[in-house]
């Protein structure tokens, strides 16, 4: 089972050549129950500008929601029954969002990396420049 999101057509294609059970999450967000359930269940998603698109981050809350209201309940005395695919499932989404927010700390970090290197070659171009352009006293 395959979810995608795309605004030019292209994620549809990449995910149709992946998988044939393909879902839009736009239309299954219109959707009153969102439970699925599958032996491999995977996203394809732009990124626009080092983020995931609004829609493609709440559908991944939903998701995260959901699983959190079977826990909250089987903590609170309702029977659930065990299932290995549920907490399997718990934690890939766990790790999705962790890597998600690890990959934009590290983005951040290399833009600010890459703004102070520049800075320092701009400071170093115009010690360079200023030895030429000097007037010797």
Not at 10 to 16: F, Q
Not at 90 to 103: F, G, K, N, P, V
């Amino acid at each position: 089972m395959l979810f995608y999101f795309t605004a030019t057509g292209n994620c549809l294609y990449v995910a149709r050549k992946l998988e044939n059970q393909i879902l839009s999450i736009p239309q299954e967000l219109k959707k009153e129950n969102l439970h699925y359930k599958d032996e491999k269940i995977g996203i394809v998603t732009p990124v626009y500008a080092g983020e995931l698109p609004q829609i493609v981050r709440k559908f991944i809350e939903q998701a995260h929601l959901y699983q959190t209201q079977v826990i909250q309940r089987e903590a609170a005395g309702e029977p659930c029954s065990y299932s290995m695919l549920f907490t399997h499932a718990q934690d890939t989404l766990m790790t999705i969002y962790s890597e998600y927010h690890l990959a934009i700390k590290m983005s951040e970090m290399y833009q600010r990396l890459n703004d102070k290197i520049k800075t320092c070659k701009d400071e170093e171009d115009a010690k360079n420049r200023s030895r030429y352009f000097t007037i010797p006293g």
